[in-house]
């Protein structure tokens, strides 16, 4: 099992990036998947979840900026974050889901992470 993001970087308060997290080694489609966030030296926070069918949840947080997708033709999750915020800083990882609205990092798979920093 191997999940691989992609599409961090530096961006401006107002900017955009999509993060993309490339899936391997288990049959993608039969997951839900999750988008989770983590600042240096504080807790992993939940971000995102799309469901098998397609249903998506999202904190309060990021609501109304981030949309998360998947394409299960090409094995990918992804999450577009628009109008992002100095406080949208952190390392994102994509995982399996293990539970709804949560994040575990002991439990499921998890990629490596992308960072994202947003300033001016």
């Known amino acids: 099992v191997q999940l691989v993001e992609s599409g961090g970087g530096l961006v401006q308060p107002g900017g955009s990036l999509r993060l993309s997290c490339a899936a391997s080694?288990?049959?993608?489609?039969?997951?839900?998947m999750t988008w989770a966030r983590q600042v240096s030296g504080k807790e992993l926070e939940w971000v995102s979840m799309?469901?098998?069918?397609?249903?998506?949840y999202y904190a309060d947080s990021v609501k109304g900026r981030f949309t998360v997708s998947r394409d299960n033709a090409k094995n990918t999750l992804y999450l577009q974050m628009n109008n992002l915020k100095p406080e949208d800083t952190a390392v994102y990882y994509c995982?399996?889901?293990?539970?709804?609205?949560?994040?575990?990092?002991?439990?499921?798979?998890w990629g490596q992470g992308t960072q994202v920093t947003v300033s001016s």
């Open positions: 799309i469901y098998r069918d397609g249903s998506t």
């Open positions: 995982a399996t889901a293990t539970g709804h609205e949560m994040v575990d990092r002991d439990r499921g798979a």
């Open positions: 080694g288990f049959t993608f489609s039969d997951y839900a």
